[in-house]
């Protein structure tokens, strides 16, 4: 991966962006394209980017609400699925409430589980941990 990510995400702005477990894929919340000095934003999505090919996929499946404003994304430690917690606006009858949410989906933001969605402010990080399931005594069923 070196040098490639200036390449990857060259004159955009990317939120917590977190790299696949093969390391074959960063993911990230920004821009679907690049903007217009002076003009409007473009519209922002989780994105993901092929290391190999820096090619960009935008994840269209995942739902984003109007009020967004932050993304911060984790793969899982299998890299089946990405967790992202999402922080928001107030709605416009709640000025200063600022609300969070956290989900789970497929890399694309299809299937999507919501595990928290609240008001307030979200401050953290957010981890995968390994299930006690997988671990040295696990068994195969």
Request: proline share 8%; net charge positive; aromatic share 8%.
């Given at each position: 991966?070196?040098?490639?990510?200036?390449?990857?995400?060259?004159?955009?702005?990317?939120?917590?962006?977190?790299?696949?477990?093969?390391?074959?894929?960063?993911?990230?919340?920004?821009?679907?394209?690049?903007?217009?000095?002076?003009?409007?934003?473009?519209?922002?999505?989780?994105?993901?980017?092929d290391?190999?090919?820096v090619?960009?996929?935008?994840?269209?499946?995942?739902?984003?609400?109007?009020?967004?404003?932050?993304?911060?994304?984790?793969?899982s430690?299998?890299?089946?699925?990405?967790?992202?917690?999402?922080?928001?606006?107030?709605?416009?009858?709640?000025?200063?409430?600022?609300?969070?949410?956290?989900?789970?989906?497929?890399?694309?933001?299809?299937?999507?589980?919501?595990?928290?969605?609240?008001?307030?402010?979200?401050?953290?990080?957010?981890?995968?941990?390994?299930?006690?399931?997988?671990?040295?005594?696990?068994?195969?069923?």
């Amino acid at each position: 991966m070196e040098g490639k990510l200036q390449t990857l995400v060259a004159k955009q702005h990317y939120f917590y962006m977190d790299l696949s477990p093969d390391g074959k894929t960063l993911i990230g919340y920004g821009p679907t394209r690049e903007g217009v000095v002076g003009g409007p934003l473009p519209p922002y999505a989780v994105n993901r980017f092929d290391v190999t090919t820096v090619a960009m996929t935008t994840g269209d499946k995942w739902s984003r609400k109007p009020n967004d404003i932050l993304v911060m994304s984790k793969w899982s430690l299998d890299g089946k699925r990405v967790a992202l917690a999402v922080r928001g606006h107030a709605p416009k009858d709640r000025e200063g409430v600022e609300s969070y949410r956290i989900v789970v989906t497929d890399p694309d933001g299809g299937n999507e589980d919501n595990l928290v969605d609240s008001p307030g402010q979200f401050m953290g990080f957010i981890h995968w941990l390994p299930s006690r399931r997988e671990g040295p005594g696990a068994k195969a069923r």
